[in-house]
């Protein structure tokens, strides 16, 4: 019983921990968005690795496809685009967060 108590809580403390830091990655868009709309903010544009922040994405969103039992399918290659990185990711985070909506309970969802 203890053991299955400890894993309990390890678990519901890494579901904390990902869900804190989905909430800090959300604050952060939204502080980007109003700096956008007060033009004090800068685009950069460069070169970006699509697939570690796709990866990153789909961890942020982790509790959301747990609790929807949705199946996620990563088919990205390597890929560079020029784009500025914080769009990039608030793209990325709003079309996977609409994906899981959409596919329903037990649904699924491929990314490439």
Request: hydrophobic letters at 40%.
């Given at each position: 019983m203890r053991k299955y108590l400890l894993r309990s ?104």
């Amino acid at each position: 019983m203890r053991k299955y108590l400890l894993r309990s809580r390890r678990r519901n403390s890494d579901k904390i921990q990902t869900a804190t830091g989905s909430l800090q990655e959300a604050m952060e868009e939204l502080l980007m968005w109003s700096k956008t709309q007060m033009s004090a903010f800068n685009i950069q544009i460069k070169p970006v690795e699509v697939l570690p922040i796709m990866t990153e994405t789909l961890d942020s969103v982790q509790l959301n496809v747990e609790a929807s039992h949705t199946e996620i399918e990563i088919i990205f290659q390597p890929t560079l685009v020029n784009t500025d990185e914080y769009f990039l990711r608030t793209i990325l985070r709003n079309l996977l967060q609409n994906a899981i909506k959409s596919a329903g309970r037990n649904g699924k969802v491929s990314m490439g």
